[in-house]
């Protein structure tokens, strides 16, 4: 190695020492500001008029806004992440305000933070929504509770295209909403995982229609942290540690969401509610590069760049794909450590979508639309600059 003769550039010690510094300070300001920095909104159910659920003496609304406040101190120790709060005190924000917040800040992420109730003192438990059009009788009333707090809201009729007291009251999701359901089912799992961690009862990842969900346009998840009906189970969620506890998992749950969604593995998703047959098959899935189909059919098809199919399932188990009834010519995918499940494919946005409700009306309810160039996965958004 040469070193340069600092006498014959007359450049003194001190000068050395003073550009050696500047090439530092201003080397760690690029690498800073090159990094990307995610924003995740934290909503604390519930608050002010509305105390959300009451058992045993405990107050939700209390318990949620202590979890969101612990859940931002953890995040703001690093550096990438950015903490926004829809509530940070003992007020009510509409559920279509705290959408917009998030909304406005162009979130990466949203999480909400309830604690559930029922009718009977044992259930006990921590799960996971995700935004879905349908889900069980036990879904739909847990929806329905969350949902009509818009009752307490002025005018809401003005704000929701929605009645809370109505099963049938069911909004399609939008496309930009569909396209963000794999994320969002990738952080619900892995916060579903993280609380198994600390020994809380897995009630699982599911889907169901909560309003403050659909109004986001960004992955999104609802986390009911445990039933304050159960006493042993609202006693823990009332503690400090208990709290403490809780928060601590969700905070990594998001960071590793974060650490993934840099290197693009977002795939530890677990099963959701779905109505599949869980049967394995007895060859394995070839894994397969997708060959690019036009015209929405499930048979007949030509060749372009891009296309646009309809995701039936993903699972980590492989199934036949004659067990989704109803429906023939299904097409598996090994794709990111999955077993991915596609019906029907369109070189348009609006062909795949008449497709849809077909596949909805034979009882998959919780299908949404996808797209890939070239054999590769994109994004919907890309998808359509392509056309």
């Keep these: 190695m040469q070193f340069l003769n600092f006498r014959k550039y007359n450049i003194s ?20 500001s090159a990094q ?3 924003t995740v909104v934290l909503d604390a159910g519930h608050g002010g008029k509305d105390p959300g659920n009451l058992g045993n003496g405990f107050r939700e609304k209390n318990i949620a806004l202590k979890v ?4 931002g101190k953890e995040l703001l120790t690093s550096k990438d992440i950015q903490v926004v709060y ?5 007020v009510f924000v509409e559920l279509h305000n705290r959408a917009k917040i998030a909304n406005d800040k162009k979130a990466d992420l949203f999480v909400s933070i309830h604690c559930d109730a029922f009718r009977r003192s044992d259930p006990h438990g921590a799960s996971t929504f995700v935004l879905g059009l349908s889900g069980n009788k036990e879904n739909l009333e847990i929806a329905k509770k969350e949902n009509s707090v818009i009752l307490l809201e002025d005018n809401y009729k003005q704000n929701y295209d929605y009645d809370p007291n109505s099963p049938e009251s069911v909004i399609g999701l939008s496309v930009l909403q569909e396209e963000n359901l794999e994320n969002s089912l990738g952080i619900a799992g892995i916060v579903q995982n993280n609380f198994v961690a600390i020994k809380r009862n897995n009630r699982k990842v599911k889907q169901a229609n909560f309003l403050v969900l659909r109004e986001t346009v960004m992955p999104s998840v609802l986390i009911e942290l445990g039933f304050l009906t159960n006493k042993n189970e609202g006693k823990f969620l009332n503690s400090r540690k208990g709290q403490i506890r809780m928060a601590k998992s969700i905070a990594q749950a998001i960071r590793k969401y974060f ?5 693009n593995t977002i795939s530890e998703t ?3 509610n779905a109505p599949l047959v869980e ?3 007895s060859k394995p899935v070839v894994k397969k590069e997708i060959t690019p189909k036009t015209k929405t059919t499930s048979s007949k098809t030509v060749s372009t760049g891009v296309v646009f199919r309809v995701q039936i399932a993903a699972s980590r188990k492989k199934l036949s794909t004659n067990s989704f009834k109803g429906l023939e010519n299904v097409e598996s995918l090994f ?19 008449k497709v849809l409700p077909e596949v909805r009306s034979k009882g998959y309810k919780d299908a949404w639309v996808v797209a890939f160039k070239n054999g590769k996965r994109i994004s919907i958004k890309e998808a359509l600059k392509n056309h």
């Excluded at 969101?68 to 859940?71: G, H, R, T, Y």
């Excluded at 829809?86 to 003992?90: A, E, F, N």
């Design 36 to 38: 990307k920095k995610y």
């Design 68 to 71: 969101a406040l612990d859940v």
């Design 279 to 281: 049967k394995e098959i």
């Design 259 to 263: 650490e993934r969604l840099k290197l």
């Design 86 to 90: 829809t509530r940070k005190k003992d």
């Design 335 to 353: 794709i990111d450590d999955y077993y991915k499940y596609y019906y029907g494919n369109s070189s348009s946005l609006s062909g795949i979508k």
């Design 270 to 272: 677990l099963t959701v």
């Design 13 to 32: 010690k001190l000068s050395l020492i003073i550009i050696t510094s500047l090439t530092v300070l201003y080397g760690g300001i690029l690498s800073v």
